[in-house]
T-cell receptor
Framework: NAGVTQTPKFQVLKTGQSMTLQCAQDMNHEYMSWYRQDPGMGLRLIHYSVGAGITDQGEVPNGYNVSRSTTEDFPLRLLSAAPSQTSVYFC????????????????FGPGTRLTVT | GENVEQHPSTLSVQEGDSAVIKCTYSDSASNYFPWYKQELGKRPQLIIDIRSNVGEKKDQRIAVTLNKTAKHFSLHITETQPEDSAVYFCAASILDTGGFKTIFGAGTRLFVKA
């Protein structure tokens, strides 16, 4: 099991460029989320998903798009990068359990450090 | 929406002392409360969690208490050690139509002095 993987590890973008941060998990988890963590700050929820085809907005969704076409993958797309999006981005996944509502540990990926100049 | 406040932002203790971190949440529908430890440059790691139908949970030197009426929960670390130095985050989670929605507190930087 690779767990939650994220690519790339580091990325530098110019203002206005677009890119996609990749996230994949091999644990057959239904729940997946994207967070951003600014220096010295907590994690803020960007988007989250309950399964393929179902996503919802978190606390700070503006400037980001997501899609969930498979259980394994949950890419995050930056539409037009801005310096305010300089941050570390974490993807996380969680098992949904056989009986809802039930909660299980979120597993985090190693993060992508993004700098927008 | 949910809002989680965490205090203190920085905590310094002597090795062997106890450390307490407190959090409050706003959405009474939240019913899962995990605590994460994050070391510099690393990903957050779950250290303990508590569900809304439980008032207290303990795992060796770590314990968490939950007061649903007051909407606050706390992390207690006893017999602190230098390796406990890290940033600790509380969080409140709810399962809604979009999925598993978790809102984090701003974090507490814990320093344990040897």
């Amino acid at each position: 099991n690779a767990g939650v993987t994220q690519t790339p590890k580091f990325q530098v973008l110019k203002t206005g460029q677009s890119m996609t941060l990749q996230c994949a998990q091999d644990m057959n988890h239904e729940y997946m989320s994207w967070y951003r963590q600014d220096p010295g700050m907590g994690l803020r929820l960007i988007h989250y998903s309950v399964g393929a085809g179902i996503t919802d907005q978190g606390e700070v969704p503006n400037g980001y798009n997501v899609s969930r076409s498979t259980t394994e993958d949950f890419p995050l797309r930056l539409l037009s990068a801005a310096p305010s999006q300089t941050s570390v981005y974490f993807c996380a996944s969680s098992y949904s359990g056989d009986r809802a509502p039930i909660y299980y540990e979120q597993y985090f990926g190693p993060g992508t450090r993004l700098t927008v100049t | 929406g949910e809002n989680v406040e965490q205090h203190p932002s920085t905590l310094s203790v002597q090795e062997g002392d106890s450390a307490v971190i407190k959090c409050t949440y706003s959405d009474s529908a939240s019913n899962y409360f995990p605590w994460y430890k994050q070391e510099l440059g690393k990903r957050p790691q779950l250290i303990i969690d508590i569900r809304s139908n439980v008032g207290e949970k303990k795992d060796q030197r770590i314990a968490v208490t939950l007061n649903k009426t007051a909407k606050h929960f706390s992390l207690h670390i006893t017999e602190t050690q230098p390796e406990d130095s890290a940033v600790y985050f509380c969080a409140a989670s709810i399962l809604d139509t979009g999925g598993f929605k978790t809102i984090f507190g701003a974090g507490t930087r814990l320093f344990v002095k040897a």
